[in-house]
């Protein structure tokens, strides 16, 4: 059973539109993550959200962490060709080193 | 340059034929952890270290030891691997808890 749900699984866009990540949970996480990882490598941290309600922008992508920190979305603006891979949503539960991972959204954007 | 090391990158190995994989961080870190990646489920913790000789279960360890003798490595042992445990093995470190993990290139294990 995945504790994190990210939707949707697949998202395939033109270069230039904007998209949405998401990624639920009935669970609160003490902190979230965002990673994304590229074909035959091994993911790459984007972010971290701590307080419920935090926004956090990275050059054209925006995170938000849910005000009960049950939930985060990924947004990202004006898509790239260089924005393709998979993004991935973990959440550390009690700060204690168990971190739960979603199971990935695949992005590609087209030029 | 600040890394999370894999060995091997690729192993193609018969039931029941022990094998480790081994990571090294150096990056002083005190915590380290080891997933599995598998289609559809996403990565899934096996088991994490908070610091040497400090080891414990995520949630799928069955299969699987690891031991921390050292800061910095943190080898995965299959004692008698199985078919069901062909995946794609990463390891990672941070320096506070699960937080900001780095991880390595990962670690292809095939068991015939």
């Known amino acids: 059973t995945q504790l994190l749900e990210q939707s949707p699984q697949f998202l395939s866009i033109q270069e230039g539109e904007n998209l949405t990540v998401y990624c639920n949970s009935s669970?609160?996480?003490?902190?979230l993550q965002w990673y994304r990882q590229e074909p035959g490598e091994g993911p790459v941290l984007l972010v971290t959200v701590v307080t419920g309600g935090e926004v956090k922008k990275l050059k054209r992508l925006t995170f938000q962490f849910g005000d009960a920190r049950k939930d985060s979305s990924l947004h990202i603006t004006a898509a790239q060709p260089g924005d393709t891979g998979l993004y991935l949503c973990?959440?550390?539960?009690?700060?204690?080193?168990?971190?739960?991972f979603g199971a990935g959204t695949q992005v590609v954007v087209t030029p | 340059e600040a890394q999370v090391t894999q060995n091997p990158r690729y192993l193609i190995t018969v039931t029941g034929k022990k094998l480790t994989v081994t990571c090294s961080q150096n990056?002083?870190?005190?915590?380290m952890s080891w997933y599995r990646q598998d289609p559809g489920l996403g990565l899934r913790q096996i088991y994490y270290?908070?610091?040497?000789?400090?080891?414990d279960k995520g949630d799928v360890p069955e299969g699987y030891k690891v031991s921390r003798k050292e800061k910095r490595n943190f080898p995965l042992i299959l004692e008698s691997p199985s078919p069901n445990q062909t995946s794609l093995y990463f390891c990672?470190?941070?320096?506070?808890?699960?937080?900001?993990?780095?991880f390595g290139p990962g670690t292809r294990l095939t068991v015939t």
């Open positions: 270290s908070m610091n040497v000789e400090v080891t």
């Open positions: 990672a470190s941070s320096s506070v808890f699960a937080y900001e993990q780095y």
């Open positions: 973990a959440g550390e539960i009690d700060s204690w080193g168990k971190l739960q």
């Open positions: 669970s609160v996480f003490s902190s």
């Open positions: 990056m002083n870190h005190e915590y």
